[in-house]
């Protein structure tokens, strides 16, 4: 028998081509009308080409309808289409494996023809979406029709393994290639780094034969998405000196990095790269460049890429409206709520999350009020934890205390953690000792390792100088696993991130650092400061309190920022915990003593210091 392809007739030759050149969706229909007028409309190999110039144009809907129209449909179309569906999202995505089966089930295999083949499962795999019913039934498939050995088979079914957070199969997958490349090394580094293995992920990209962009990509992603900022900064840098370029992907993990570790510096450079690159701001970099210019505090930058930015969604306004909530503009938070629901985007959850926060800044409890009652009317946003605990951090902070524990009991859902923790954070702002103990046995309840309620009942026995108390609950923490969490800060001077904790003493300049401290503090006593030892927990001196105080990680972070810098520099600072009530105070008058705009972000908000005074109005 003679297998091969009759060489394609005229019209064939023609419809081929202008299947192939097409990018104009109303080409798309009059190419298909033709197929039919010359009577080519079951060609199975110019049917593929169509379908394909719908995946390339969208139109999955006229890729569906060219599919069912064909007769006994070949492998190949099979395969276009499903690649097109691979594509799509949510339900039309999830025909694509209900599209194969009835392909098995109307047209047995035993056609060679019609036999799924290594271009089958790749995009059907893709389909599924991580699902850890699918996934494992196509792995079968792929078995019984021999298309395991095929690396980009194998490849796609490790990555979708590891989607499912099926990591130990997919690194039995990955040992059992007989031959692995490239794509397959980083599928594997991506799929340990998103579930967690941040350390088997860096053994796979040390041992990785030829590593591409992409390797290095994934690594700093990883890094970025489990938190480990350090070391995302450090892929960069070691990416960098390898001399591979920086692509977007990996600029928006960076970004992150920077963001939470306060580096400025190192975030503006990037920024550069990105406009050198002409990679414009789309929703993806710009939405990042916005989040790292608002957590750094430099919130008119962050207005200006927003300004910029041709295209804006729901995400792009929702950073905006948090970034200058954040940083205490609460009226022009509120400002681009309205512009964004003139422009006729409709607010999400996260966007209400928000407004919410700009009205608890901002100390607007009607305007907050409003907002919430009108969440579910208006945009059909169901309330939840989130939303309640705004509501509660709102009253707390404004003084309404008592209000705030009725919006407890009133709640249609069960408080959690976070909600009682808004409440201990009034009380400890407003010495409702009584109502905090309260919130505090409630947080216990849920959580019996929660170090910060035991903090806050240590601290309410030594306002009290119950001192046996405070032992009492100091031998709880040291005997549980309850662990209270290290305060520290960054600073970063001249692109180098630096860290310190409370009574660091291992940078290099330390000596400088703590004769800047004891500058510092004759300075403050000059000037009429006088410590808050009422917050140190402990049964100690009163000198030793005080030494307590003047070695807080913040402080430390400050005292390097005014020796590393120009005078009239301004200083930017990240704190993992709340900011005490002493080294506030402190930094508000140094502020001023200094000639210094000094920039906190801490646990909860952002404090601008300067002249004296803060931002948040003493109000955190």
């Not at 999955?60 to 064909?70: K, Q, W, Y």
């Not at 692995?180 to 967690?196: D, F």
């Not at 957590?295 to 729901?314: D, S, T, Y």
């Not at 020796?563 to 506030?584: F, Q």
């Amino acid at each position: 028998m003679n297998l091969r392809r009759e060489p394609p007739s005229l019209p064939q030759a023609v419809a081929y081509r202008l299947l192939r050149l097409s990018s104009v969706a109303r080409h798309l229909r009059q190419i298909h009308a033709q197929l039919y007028v010359q009577g080519l409309h079951q060609d199975q190999f110019l049917i593929t080409q169509l379908i394909s110039l719908c995946r390339r144009l969208s139109d999955v809907g006229h890729a569906l309808s060219a599919f069912a129209r064909t007769h006994r449909p070949t492998v190949h179309p099979l395969n276009a289409l499903l690649e097109a569906l691979a594509g799509t999202e949510g339900a039309l995505k999830l025909r694509a494996v209900a599209i194969y089966r009835a392909q098995l089930r109307d047209f047995p295999c035993r056609d060679a023809t019609r036999r799924p083949d290594c271009f089958t499962f790749s995009p059907l795999l893709r389909s599924c979406g991580g699902s850890p019913d699918l996934v494992p039934q196509v792995h079968a498939h792929i078995a019984k029709f021999g298309a395991h050995a095929d690396v980009y088979v194998g490849t796609t079914l490790l990555d979708s393994y590891a989607k499912c957070g099926d990591v130990e199969m997919a690194r039995r997958l990955f040992d059992q290639m007989p031959v692995r490349n490239v794509v397959s090394w980083n599928s594997m580094i991506s799929g340990s780094a998103k579930n967690g293995d941040v350390a088997g992920a860096r053994k796979l990209f040390e041992d990785i034969p030829n590593r591409n962009d992409a390797s290095w990509t994934c690594m700093i992603t990883g890094y970025a998405q489990n938190g480990y900022f350090d070391e995302t900064l450090a892929m960069f840098g070691a990416m960098t000196s390898a001399g591979v370029q920086l692509n977007d992907m990996a600029a928006v993990s960076i970004l992150s990095a920077c963001a939470n570790l306060g580096a400025l510096g190192l975030g503006r450079k990037i920024h550069q790269h990105l406009d050198r690159g002409g990679s414009g701001l789309d929703l993806f970099t710009g939405t990042a460049l916005i989040d790292m210019y608002s957590k750094c505090g430099v919130v008119n930058e962050a207005a200006e890429v927003f300004r910029r930015m041709p295209k804006k969604n729901v995400v792009a306004f929702s950073s905006m409206i948090m970034g200058l909530a954040m940083n205490g503009r609460c009226a022009e938070a509120l400002r681009i709520f309205d512009k964004m629901r003139e422009d006729g985007i409709r607010p999400n959850d996260i966007t209400l999350v928000g407004v919410l926060c700009a009205c608890c800044h901002g100390g607007l409890v009607d305007e907050g009020r409003r907002h919430f009652e009108s969440m579910q009317r208006a945009y059909s946003v169901v309330p939840r934890l989130q939303h309640y605990t705004c509501m509660i951090d709102l009253l707390g902070r404004a003084g309404r205390v008592e209000d705030a524990f009725r919006f407890i009991e009133e709640m249609p859902l069960d408080p959690d953690v976070v909600v009682w923790g808004a409440l201990l954070g009034a009380c400890r702002i407003h010495g409702e000792l009584e109502l905090g103990k309260y919130a505090a046995s409630r947080i216990l309840e849920l959580d019996p390792q929660h170090s910060g309620s035991l903090v806050f009942l240590s601290s309410a026995c030594a306002r009290t100088r119950d001192w046996n108390g405070v032992r009492r609950i100091t031998q709880r923490l040291g005997t549980s696993r309850t662990k209270k969490i290290a305060g520290k800060s960054w600073i970063e001077i001249n692109g180098t991130v630096h860290q310190f904790f409370a009574g660091d003493q291992s940078h290099p300049r330390s000596d400088e650092i703590y004769a800047k401290l004891a500058e510092l503090a004759r300075l403050l006593e000059q000037h009429g400061h006088s410590l808050d030892v009422g917050s140190v927990v402990c049964d100690v001196e009163e000198e030793d309190k005080k030494q307590a105080l003047y070695v807080h990680s913040e402080k430390i972070a400050l005292a390097f920022g005014l020796i590393s810098t120009p005078d009239g520099a301004a200083i930017r600072i990240v704190k993992n915990l709340r900011v005490c009530l002493d080294c506030h105070s402190s930094m508000k008058l140094i502020s001023k003593i200094a000639g210094r705009e000094i920039v906190l972000r801490d646990g909860n908000r952002f404090h601008h210091f300067s002249e004296g005074a803060c931002t948040c109005r003493d109000y955190w």
